[in-house]
């Protein structure tokens, strides 16, 4: 028996998806006309003798959450509970507090996903490497590649060529180390949870050493010691002591993978999936018809002669005639002017380099707004024949002329 965790994080984080994360949890925000959270369950939901998906985060329960969840459930006939932590844990701390629910029934082994990412999900592929790896205790990690550059804004695996062990891992180290970087999924064995006790106990341990020690001493995330002794990093306390023990293999995926962690980088992802969707949900694309093609209705309304590029228009949007739409993302309820030009910068990997990664940029850079694409919150009027370029609406304003390179707030 399987099961599967999806980490969700919780409000404090995703302050790079600002302002759409205001109106909907991050995890639940659409990519390829689906919740991000959706592609993780249905890519689950398909592994044979898989019983449970927990999620867990620090969000409060909510309306969008609960109505999700009973919607997987029914859809994907599985059963799906949200498991919401007292605090921010850490990857680890977090299944650690929970190990208890994890470990109910049984299960062999369990997968952990990390709720920001996208990826074709190979999960059968990695149930299958791992009987061929190792002992039947063995964890595996899933891993791609990246160019020697932006290697170093991920977790770098070394490992042994012949036998695919993990032989040293570094999170985002300072200098080159490999260009095989984690995808943040794994699949782990129950006794994992022996390795983070022991983090557990050293933590423990260190606050009675030194119960003033600053936060870096004990990973701290607050003022209280039992807190700061359950947060566990899967990837720094746990990854690096277990590499060239024996027991961390990775399983390196030939397929599509990207971090979601900008609303930039959600366009990009709804690219892969949407491309993914032509074998895999043909049903969820327009179709080729006499007489022009079929379009799913999706509560937008598109005037005549506008054009749409590389951008993705939320619910209730109305983009009137001829306006021009490019890498951008139009927010729930938002009206775009006729003739009016929204337009962002793609932050998309390099085509020409097959390793490349979606660039982690800040959202300032020498104190100007770096380019990127645009982003209309929700409930936003754009005048017409006004021009708006790599700019960020708040919610709920009706502009009256052009922005370019702003955070109009």
């Excluded at 993780?40 to 867990?56: D, R």
């Amino acid at each position: 028996m399987l099961k599967t965790v999806i980490l969700i994080g919780g409000p404090q984080k995703g302050t790079r998806f600002r302002p759409l994360s205001f109106e909907v949890p991050k995890p639940l925000f659409p990519v390829a006309g689906v919740p991000m959270l959706q592609h993780h369950i249905e890519a689950c939901a398909q592994v044979s003798n898989m019983k449970e998906i927990l999620l867990i985060g620090f969000y409060q329960p909510n309306e969008e959450l609960t109505r999700f969840l009973t919607y997987a459930q029914q859809e994907f006939k599985i059963s799906i509970r949200y498991l919401q932590e007292y605090a921010a844990l850490g990857t680890g701390g977090g299944i650690y507090h929970f190990r208890d629910q994890i470990l109910s029934g049984g299960p062999e082994a369990f997968f952990i996903m990390n709720a920001d990412v996208c990826a074709e999900f190979p999960l059968p592929e990695m149930l299958t490497f791992q009987k061929e790896h190792g002992d039947p205790s063995s964890f595996v990690i899933l891993a791609t590649t990246a160019n020697r550059k932006q290697s170093m804004n991920y977790g770098c695996i070394v490992e042994n060529q012949d036998t695919n062990e993990v032989l040293h891992y570094v999170e985002k180290p300072s200098t080159f180390v490999s260009d095989i970087i984690n995808c943040g999924i794994y699949l782990f064995t129950p006794d994992i949870f022996q390795h983070i006790g022991a983090v557990f106990q050293k933590n423990q341990q260190d606050l009675l050493l030194y119960p003033y020690e600053g936060d870096e001493q004990t990973n701290s995330t607050n003022g209280n010691g039992w807190h700061r002794a359950e947060v566990i990093r899967l990837e720094q306390d746990i990854f690096t002591a277990l590499a060239g023990q024996g027991k961390l293999y990775v399983y390196k995926t030939p397929s599509f993978w990207s971090q979601i962690k900008s609303a930039g980088s959600a366009i990009y992802a709804s690219r892969l999936y949407l491309n993914q969707y032509h074998t895999t949900h043909p049903e969820r694309l327009a179709s080729n018809e006499k007489g022009g093609p079929r379009i799913s209705g999706t509560g937008v309304t598109i005037g005549a002669g506008v054009r749409v590029r590389e951008s993705t228009i939320l619910h209730g949007a109305t983009l009137q005639d001829h306006s021009c739409v490019l890498n951008c993302i139009v927010g729930w309820d938002s009206t775009i002017g006729k003739w009016a030009r929204v337009e962002g910068t793609p932050s998309d990997p390099n085509p020409n380099d097959p390793h490349a990664k979606i660039d982690s940029e800040t959202l300032f850079r020498d104190g100007k707004l770096t380019p990127s694409i645009t982003i209309l919150g929700c409930n936003v009027t754009i005048p017409s024949e006004v021009i708006i370029l790599n700019s960020i609406v708040l919610p709920h304003k009706d502009l009256n002329r052009s922005f370019k390179n702003q955070i109009i707030l």
